[in-house]
C-alpha cells in the first residue's frame, strides 16, 4: 500500500536524498532556537509571562496541593467554597508531569519557576511536530520548513505555550496536531493506528471539549475500514486502543467521587468508548475481506448506535452537555465568560482579534475545499481530513470561540504544505528569484500577522469613515498603576503576596476569575473561583460584588467571609465597576468603603487592595 505523501502530491519526493536533513533535526533546530530565546528571556525578566490566566494558576495550586501530600485520587479543592470546598472537574493527567516537573526544579534548586517553564515548552515541541508531519504527509517533506515557520507566526495558539501556562488547553493543541498527522499517515503503519486510538483516548482523560474531534478520528478510521482503503488489523488497533484506555485514564486519574459526571471523563464517557471501539474490532475480525461497502458502513454505524445506547443506559442525564444541570441564573453567567461566546457576539466586542484569528483558518478551508475539489481520489482522501477538523471547529465557532484555536493548528500544517506546494510549482530556489513571489504572497495570506494589520487597518477605516458611529464598542478600561511592574500591576507579585500574608489565615471575598490568585498567592481560602461546579459560590461572589454594600454584607456574614480582596487595575474589576456603579466593588475602588471594611495597609507598593470584615 503506497504512503499518502507518495499518493497525495504528484510532486512530493518520497524518498529521502542522503544529503537531505532528517527532519527530526530540522524540527530540533527550529524548536530548540525559540525555546531557548523564551527560557533566556524568562530567567532574564521573569516579569514579562506573568498573566491573569485563572485555569493555570488554579493548576499551580492543585499540582502544590499534590505535592504537598493530597491524595492522587482525591480532586477536591478544600480552600475554594469552604467549608466543604469544592470537587474539580480536571483529571490528574496534566498534574502528575507538572508536579514532576516541580519535584525536579526543587532538587535543581529553581522549583516551580523550572516547570512553569519546560512544560509548557515541551508541549511547543508535540505541536511543532504534529503540524509538520502532517504537512509533510499531505505535501512531502519540503512541507516542513514552511509548516515549522507557521508555527512560529501564529499567536493563536502559539501564545498558548509560554512560560507559566499550565492550563490544559496547550496540551489539547498538541495532541490534536499530533493526532492529525497520525490519521494523515493511516495505512503506513499499524502504529499510527494505534496511536490515533490512544491519542483519542488521552484527549477525554485531558478534557472533554474534544469530543467532537475524537468523534472525527473514529469516524474516519471507520469509514476508511468500511471502504477497504484502511486494513482491518489497523482498525482492530484503533478499536482496541479507543475501548481500554478511557477506561485506564479514569481509573487512574479520575475522581471515584464522581463515578458518571458529565462535565469530565467518567464511566458516561468510558463505557459508551469501549462498548464503540470493541464493536469496530469485532466487526473487523469477523468480516476480515469479507463484505461490501454497505454492509460495513451499517456495521459501523451499529457500534456507534451501541456505544450511544451505552450512554443512555448508564447516564443520560449527559445528552443535555456539561451544563445541562446548572441553574439558569449560572448559565447567563457562563455566557458572558469570553471564551464561552459565540464567535458573532465575539466579533461584534472584538472585530480585530476576531479577523486575526479566523484569517488564517478561512484561507486553510479554501485551500483544502480547492484540493478535494480538483484531486484524484487519494488527494481528496488525504485533504478531507483536515477539511473535516477545520470545518468543525469553524462551525463550533458559532457555539463558543473557544474552538477556533483548534481551527487554526490545523489551519497552520495546511497552509504549510499549500506554501510547499507554491513554491514546487514556480520552481522557487532561493527568496531572491522572481519565482519566489507567489511563495511570498502566499505567506502573507496565511500569516495571521498579516490579518491583524489588516483588521485594525479595516476597523479602523471604517470608524473613521462613520465618524465613530459603527466602532467598535469600547471595553472599560483597568486604571493605570504608575511605577509598577507587570507582575505587581496584575496583583500576581510578591508585593501582593506579602500583603496577604499581614493578616492571619482566613477566607476572601473577591471577584470571581481572581479567586484562582488568591489561593496562588496566599494560604487563604476564597470564596469562588470560575469553575461551575461551585456554582452557588459564584453568583454570591458575582452579587456580593455588583450589588450595594448593605445587601453584599448579608452575604459576608452569611458566608463567614473575613476579608474583600480586589485587584484595583485588573480589567476584570473595571467590568464590574462599569456593569453596577454603585455596587461594592466600585464604591472600594473609588476609596469609598462601607464602615464594616477596615483597609488593611501594603507594606511595599502593590495594586492588589485588601479589607479586614469588622463587626
Not at 475545499?369 to 485533504?383: D, S
Not at 510549482?425 to 511570498?440: C, E, N, Y
Not at 467590568?575 to 507594606?603: C, I, R
Request: net charge neutral.
Amino acid at each position: 500500500m503506497k504512503t499518502t505523501a507518495e499518493t497525495a502530491v504528484p510532486h512530493a519526493k518520497p524518498a529521502v536524498d542522503e544529503k537531505d536533513m532528517p527532519l527530526w533535526a530540522v524540527l530540533l533546530i527550529f524548536w530548540g532556537a525559540f525555546a531557548a530565546a523564551v527560557a533566556m528571556t524568562a530567567a532574564l525578566n521573569p516579569d514579562l509571562f506573568v498573566r491573569q490566566d485563572p485555569d493555570s494558576l488554579m493548576r499551580l495550586v492543585q499540582v502544590r496541593d499534590l505535592v504537598a501530600g493530597q491524595r492522587w485520587f482525591d480532586l477536591m479543592q478544600y480552600r475554594l467554597d469552604p467549608p466543604e470546598g469544592s470537587l474539580m472537574h480536571w483529571s490528574r493527567v496534566i498534574d502528575a508531569p507538572v508536579a514532576a516537573l516541580v519535584m525536579l526544579g526543587n532538587l535543581l534548586g529553581i522549583g516551580e519557576a523550572f516547570a512553569l517553564t519546560v512544560w509548557p515548552l515541551v508541549l511547543l515541541l508535540g505541536l511543532m511536530a504534529g503540524v509538520m508531519l502532517s504537512a509533510t504527509a499531505l505535501a512531502g517533506r519540503t512541507a516542513a520548513v514552511p509548516a515549522l515557520i507557521l508555527s512560529l507566526v501564529f499567536l493563536d495558539p502559539l501564545l498558548f505555550f509560554l512560560p507559566n501556562d499550565i492550563d490544559h488547553h496547550n496540551a489539547q493543541y498538541a495532541l490534536l496536531a499530533l493526532l492529525l498527522a497520525a490519521a494523515l499517515r493511516l495505512g503506513e503503519r499499524s502504529v499510527y493506528a494505534a496511536a490515533l486510538g490512544a491519542g483519542a483516548a488521552l484527549m477525554l482523560g485531558i478534557g472533554l471539549e474534544m469530543l467532537p474531534y475524537v468523534a472525527i478520528f473514529a469516524g474516519i478510521v471507520a469509514l476508511r475500514w468500511a471502504f477497504r482503503t484502511l486494513e482491518g488489523r489497523d482498525a482492530v488497533y484503533f478499536g482496541a486502543a479507543f475501548a481500554t484506555l478511557p477506561a485506564v485514564f479514569y481509573l487512574a486519574g479520575g475522581s471515584p467521587a464522581a463515578p458518571l459526571a458529565c462535565d469530565s471523563l467518567s464511566w458516561a464517557f468510558a463505557l459508551p468508548a469501549a462498548v464503540g471501539g470493541f464493536g469496530l474490532v469485532a466487526l473487523a475480525a469477523t468480516l476480515r475481506e469479507r463484505g461490501g461497502p454497505a454492509l460495513r458502513v451499517a456495521g459501523a454505524g451499529a457500534a456507534g448506535a451501541a456505544g450511544l445506547a451505552a450512554l443512555l443506559a448508564v447516564a443520560p442525564q449527559c445528552l443535555s452537555g456539561p451544563y445541562g444541570a446548572l441553574s439558569n441564573e449560572l448559565k447567563v453567567w457562563l455566557s458572558t465568560v469570553t471564551e464561552a461566546q459565540p464567535i458573532f457576539e465575539y466579533a461584534a466586542r472584538r472585530p480585530v482579534a476576531a479577523i486575526t484569528t479566523l484569517g488564517s483558518p478561512a484561507a486553510a478551508l479554501a485551500v483544502v475545499l480547492a484540493q478535494v475539489w480538483r484531486g484524484p481520489p487519494q488527494r481528496r482522501m488525504a485533504w478531507a481530513v483536515p477539511l473535516v477538523l477545520l470545518g468543525t471547529a469553524l462551525a463550533l465557532g458559532f457555539y463558543q470561540v473557544r474552538t477556533l484555536p483548534y481551527a487554526n493548528v490545523a489551519a497552520i500544517a495546511v497552509l504549510g504544505a499549500w506554501l510547499a506546494e507554491l513554491a514546487a510549482r514556480s520552481g522557487m530556489t532561493t527568496l531572491r528569484s522572481r519565482a519566489a513571489m507567489p511563495v511570498v504572497a502566499g505567506f502573507l495570506v496565511a500569516c495571521p500577522l498579516v490579518h491583524l494589520a489588516i483588521g485594525s487597518a479595516a476597523v479602523g477605516a471604517l470608524s473613521l469613515a462613520t465618524g465613530g458611529r459603527l466602532a467598535p464598542p469600547e471595553r472599560p478600561e483597568p486604571p493605570e498603576a504608575h511605577g509598577l511592574s507587570n507582575a505587581e500591576r496584575e496583583c500576581l507579585g510578591p508585593a501582593s503576596a506579602s500583603l496577604l500574608a499581614q493578616v492571619p489565615r482566613g477566607q476572601v471575598l473577591a471577584p470571581v476569575f481572581f479567586g484562582p490568585a488568591v489561593l496562588m498567592l496566599s494560604p487563604h481560602s476564597v470564596v469562588a473561583a470560575p469553575y461551575h461546579r461551585a456554582g452557588g459560590a459564584i453568583l454570591d461572589a458575582d452579587h456580593a460584588t455588583l450589588r450595594p454594600p448593605a445587601a453584599a454584607r448579608a452575604i459576608v456574614q452569611a458566608r463567614g467571609v473575613d476579608y474583600v480582596a480586589l485587584c484595583a487595575t485588573s480589567r476584570e474589576s473595571a467590568v464590574v465597576a462599569h456593569k453596577a456603579p454603585d455596587g461594592l466593588l466600585a464604591d472600594l475602588l473609588s476609596g469609598a468603603a462601607p464602615a464594616w471594611l477596615e483597609p488593611v495597609p501594603a507594606d511595599e507598593p502593590t495594586s492588589l487592595r485588601l479589607w479586614r470584615v469588622v463587626d
